[in-house]
Nanobody, 124 residues
Framework: QVYLVESGGGLVQAGDSLRLSCAASGRTVRSYAMGWFRQAPGKEREFVAVISGISSSTLYADSVKGRFTISRDNAKNTVYLQMNSLKPEDTAVYYC?????????????????WGQGTQVTVSS
């Protein structure tokens, strides 16, 4: 019903920047909170960032605060994650997800649709 397609991942050096995109279809991203999560090998999926529906309030994990920025382009129905000052610890598969409502959430169980993920690898 709802399709989320991530893109923009790749191999970069520490200190580089990367912008991930999440193109949505089937729903209007402006109406829902949209989040980014990531999962590194051998680890559980963790929250990265979220932008609320309508008001566009944002929330970030402490590990990325000040380096990453989440944004939304309503005309393109797309959510972005601008990643600056990348570190090797940021290496993971990054997933875009749609929440059930407008309110920001760090909890995976508040999201009902997920993209397939895009790989980000940061070398030292």
């Amino acid at each position: 019903q709802v399709y989320l397609v991530e893109s923009g991942g790749g191999l970069v050096q520490a200190g580089d920047s990367l912008r991930l995109s999440c193109a949505a279809s089937g729903r209007t991203v402006r109406s829902y909170a949209m989040g980014w999560f990531r999962q590194a090998p051998g680890k559980e999926r963790e929250f990265v960032a979220v932008i609320s529906g309508i008001s566009s309030s944002t929330l970030y994990a402490d590990s990325v605060k000040g380096r990453f920025t989440i944004s939304r382009d309503n005309a393109k129905n797309t959510v972005y994650l601008q990643m600056n000052s990348l570190k090797p610890e940021d290496t993971a598969v990054y997933y875009c997800a749609k929440a059930r409502g407008q309110i920001r959430s760090m909890r995976s169980n508040e999201y009902d649709y997920w993209g397939q993920g895009t790989q980000v690898t940061v070398s030292s």
